[in-house]
């Protein structure tokens, strides 16, 4: 909540440095560094995890269907293409779940060692037309945040801004404050 920042954001100022995390803009402060969620994607497991917070926000538990699961397959194949491929980030992604005859994301990959994720991302790429396209609309519901400038500033490269590592976290006096309006698009990141 932004009062809890607004009270508490000088005292933590004074014992390390305080990061806001604020993509709906919530406090009306500029934006101070940006943070890369595909950083620590080093592997099929932690793309899922990553892929799960976005599925949450459209998945319905109390019924049996595919689309929730099969999105969140398709976003950990193309959150680990992109993770694995120097150069890319999560505009890779929103241009891919727009594309999903394109077959860049399961060549990259394969290269990367995930031949059985790329083998699973061609099948649904080449899979019944209803089925895909339901599977893609799915997940490109879920990652909605993909599509705003505004927020994908706060998770894509941006020149002059420091980046946040979380790994230095731990041993740090740092105090990081995570802001989003509830159920906002944006809550996945």
């Known amino acids: ?3 809890l920042w607004a009270a508490t954001a000088a005292i933590r100022g004074r014992t390390g440095t305080v990061w806001l995390f604020d993509p709906c803009r919530i406090t009306f402060q500029a934006q101070g560094f940006w943070w890369n969620p595909l950083a620590s994607v080093n592997g099929v497991e932690a793309a899922h995890r990553l892929a799960s917070h976005f599925v949450l926000t459209v998945e319905d538990q109390s019924k049996r269907e595919l689309w929730g699961p099969a999105a969140q397959t398709l976003l950990t194949a ?3 293409a992109a993770a694995a491929t120097p150069g890319r980030d999560l505009n890779d992604v929103a241009r891919w779940l727009d594309q999903p005859a394109m077959p860049a994301p399961a060549t990259l990959l394969d290269a990367a060692g995930y031949r059985n994720l790329a083998s699973s991302l061609m099948g649904t790429q080449n899979g019944a037309h209803e089925t895909r396209d339901g ?6 519901t ?8 505004q927020v994908m500033r706060w998770v894509t490269p941006q020149p002059g801004l420091p980046v946040l590592t979380p790994a230095s976290f731990p041993g740090s006096t740092d105090t990081l404050y995570l802001l989003s ?3 906002h698009y944006a809550a996945p990141l």
């Open 1 to 3: 909540k932004s009062d």
């Open 78 to 80: 193309l959150f680990l």
């Open 135 to 140: 599977i893609y609309e799915t997940a490109r």
């Open 142 to 149: 879920a990652a909605k945040s993909l599509r705003d400038e």
């Open 181 to 183: 309006e509830s159920r």
